[in-house]
Structures are given as structure tokens and as C-alpha cells.
């Protein structure tokens, strides 16, 4: 197995083949992972967990992978699947009140981060997800297909998120 | 910089890194794999040798007189087969399959199916197990009965043998069920609400 352009492409299905796609998916694909779990749960660790346990999935699952999609969606597919299985600690995170950050701080630019993954944490689950992947560039086709909605829908709900966003945005530099 | 552009650089200015390596983990799920399969042979053998012990060294040291009894050790080697049997594979298999990669609503039919199977069998399963047991300890007990000579304890012991068998069967059976429920539903109902929210603009 390797990867080109983010298409997996089926040589040989022997271990030490397995085994360097997935060096190469884990190496490429664990910040974008990471993020979107960000995005959902707004929680470092817990997002490594879940970064995680998608991946143990993606192992898992490597040798049956049917190339219908490209592994990058397939991968945004498993790891949205097991943002929305998480339940215990839900409660403790999300929704929570988007703080304004100290003015005098001098680390503006990671302010600012966290400030964007507070917004995003305190909008609607499906929409944690969909900004995620629209952030992360999953084109919008690929987006509606993995949440099950059409991608005119998919774009109404983009750009409403982005304008609250802005909003919060602007509220926060003032 | 126009307001997209911003979002896009901030989100991607999170990095992280990897608690464990890409081998590590795969080494991680072999131990698991592995854990869990000692885990599955040691109860398997030790419900094996339970199954031995009642059936080789009991039988045979005292081997007893009515048919009751007989009938009551094959009810009890059937309930703890199915129990072993059950717990042990099939309902592992059921979660193994749960559709990882599909999108969110058929996630959400996957997890409702596996649901309904589960249900089915934990109730069935569940069901066999307790009335094989109940019916199987109820035959045993009528020989041990006809060997005690107080009469207190030959009524005490019936009534105690039931009243432990009734709360087996109205509490312990149906909290199992309920708390096997409890979270594959509190996902189900997460996943519903999502896919109704998806219908939405």
C-alpha cells in the first residue's frame, strides 16, 4: 500500500507494507485528527484520545479499506464517528462561556487560537464538525457526504458559522 | 487579511504531538488484542473446570439417586455454556463491527441494528441463562433436601434458595440489561439529534 495526492493505492497487502502506510496516514494525518477533535470536545487531552482511538481504528480498519473515498475522508469520517460517540465527559467542556482574553498578555496569537477553539465549542455539534473540516479544507462535497447533508446545505451552515465567528471576533478586538 | 484566511491560519496554528508513536500504537492494540483474549481464555477455562468439577468429581464421588438431579446438573452446564459462550464471543463480534467509517446516519441505522441484535440476544441469552439456572438449582435441591434431617433448615433453605433466585430474576437479570442499554442508547439518542439536525439548514 502507498500513498500519492492522498489516494491509497493497494500494492501488496503484506505487514511491513500495512505497516509504513500507516506511519505515513499517522505522520500526515494526526494534526488534522487532532484539530477536529479540538473543535468538537475543546479539550487537549481528550482530543488526543480521541486522535487516538481513530487511529487504533484506522489500523484496525487499513487492510479493508475499499478506496471508495479518499483516505483523507475516510479518515475525517472515523474520527467524526468517534467525536460523536464520546459522552462522558461532554458535559464538562463544551458550551462553555467564551472568555475575553487579557488585553496585556503577550501571547496575542495563542489567544487568539484558543479564542477561535472557545467560539467554535460553544456552537451546535454538527456545526463543531462542519467548521472543523471546512477549516481543515475538506471540500464541502466531501463534508455534506460525511454528515449526511446536501453541500448546498453544507454551505448555508458554513457561512452562517463563519459570520458568527466574525461576529465573536469583532466583539473580542473591541 | 479577510476574516476566512484568519480562521484558517489560526485553526491551523494548533499543533500536537502524538502521545506514543505510530509503532507504539500499533504494538498497543496487539497488547489489547492480546489482554483481551487471555482475559476471554482464563474465564472460559476456569467456567470449563467449574462445568468439570460438578460433572466428574461431584457426580462421581456422590452420584445421586433421582432423575431431578441429573436434570438439574445438565440445566446447569447448559445456563453456564451459554453464559460462557455469549459473553465470551458473540457479543464482541456484534461491537467489532459496528460500521466505523460510514457517514453519520447510516453510523446512526449501524448503531441502532447492533442495538436491536443486542437486545435481542442479551434478553434471550439472559433469559436462557436464569431459567437454566433457577430450573437447574431447584432439581439439585430437591435430593440435597431428602438428606437434611432438621426441619428447619429443609424449610429455610428452600425459601432462602427462592427468594435469592427471585431477585436474580427481577433485579440482577434486568439491571444487566438495562446497564448493557445504558450507553450504546445515550449514543443513539446523540447520534438521532444530530442526524435531525442535519435536515436542517
Known amino acids: 500500500m502507498t500513498i500519492k495526492n492522498g489516494i491509497l493505492t493497494k500494492s501488496t497487502n503484506s505487514s511491513s507494507s500495512l505497516q509504513a502506510s500507516f506511519d505515513q496516514i499517522y505522520t500526515d494525518y494526526w494534526d488534522k485528527v487532532f484539530r477536529l477533535c479540538m473543535g468538537y470536545v475543546n479539550d487537549d487531552d481528550w482530543a488526543k484520545d480521541i486522535a487516538q482511538d481513530t487511529f487504533i481504528t484506522v489500523w484496525q480498519q487499513l487492510p479493508k479499506f475499499r478506496q471508495e473515498a479518499a483516505v483523507g475522508t475516510w479518515i475525517f469520517r472515523i474520527a467524526c464517528n468517534n467525536c460523536l460517540r464520546q459522552l462522558e465527559r461532554s458535559s464538562k467542556f463544551v458550551h462553555k462561556e467564551v472568555d475575553k482574553a487579557d488585553e496585556s498578555s503577550s501571547r496575542v496569537n495563542e489567544d ?39 453541500e448546498s446545505n453544507v454551505r448555508v451552515r458554513v457561512h452562517r458559522i463563519k459570520e458568527k465567528l466574525t461576529e465573536k471576533f469583532k466583539e473580542y478586538e473591541r | ?13 494548533k499543533k500536537s504531538v502524538p502521545a506514543i508513536s505510530s509503532q ?19 474465564t472460559t477455562l476456569v467456567l470449563i473446570g467449574v462445568l468439570l468439577y460438578i460433572d ?49 446516519h447510516d453510523y446512526l441505522q449501524h448503531m441502532m441494528q447492533v442495538r436491536d441484535r443486542r437486545r435481542f440476544m442479551q434478553k434471550t441469552i439472559l433469559n436462557i441463562y436464569y431459567v437454566c439456572l433457577i430450573i437447574g438449582i431447584g432439581l439439585i435441591f430437591i435430593e440435597a433436601l431428602q438428606n437434611v434431617s432438621n426441619p428447619g433448615i429443609r424449610i429455610a433453605l428452600p425459601v432462602g434458595a427462592a427468594c435469592y433466585m427471585g431477585i436474580m430474576w427481577f433485579t440482577a437479570r434486568k439491571n444487566e440489561i438495562k446497564k448493557s442499554e445504558k450507553d450504546l442508547g445515550a449514543v443513539i439518542e446523540k447520534l438521532q439529534a444530530i442526524v435531525e439536525d442535519t435536515k436542517h439548514a
Not at chain 1, 462542519?130 to 479544507?137: A, F
Not at chain 2, 487579511?1 to 496554528?13: G, T, Y
Open chain 2, 1 to 13: 487579511m479577510n476574516a476566512d484566511d484568519k480562521f484558517q491560519e489560526l485553526w491551523r496554528s
Open chain 2, 24 to 42: 507504539d500504537l500499533i504494538k498497543k492494540v496487539g497488547q489489547v488484542k492480546n489482554k483481551l483474549r487471555s482475559k476471554i481464555v482464563f
Open chain 2, 56 to 104: 466428574i468429581f461431584v457426580f462421581q464421588q456422590h452420584p445421586p439417586k433421582l432423575v431431578t438431579s441429573y436434570i438439574g446438573a445438565v440445566l446447569l452446564n447448559i445456563a453456564i455454556i451459554v453464559q460462557t459462550a455469549a459473553y465470551a464471543g458473540f457479543l464482541k463480534l456484534l461491537f467489532e463491527n459496528a460500521s466505523t467509517d460510514a457517514p453519520i
Open chain 1, 112 to 150: 487568539e487560537i484558543n479564542f477561535l477553539y472557545k467560539c467554535i465549542a460553544t456552537l451546535s455539534e454538527t456545526d463543531r464538525l462542519i467548521i472543523s473540516m471546512e477549516l481543515e479544507n475538506v471540500k464541502q462535497t466531501e463534508i455534506a457526504s460525511i454528515m449526511g447533508m446536501s
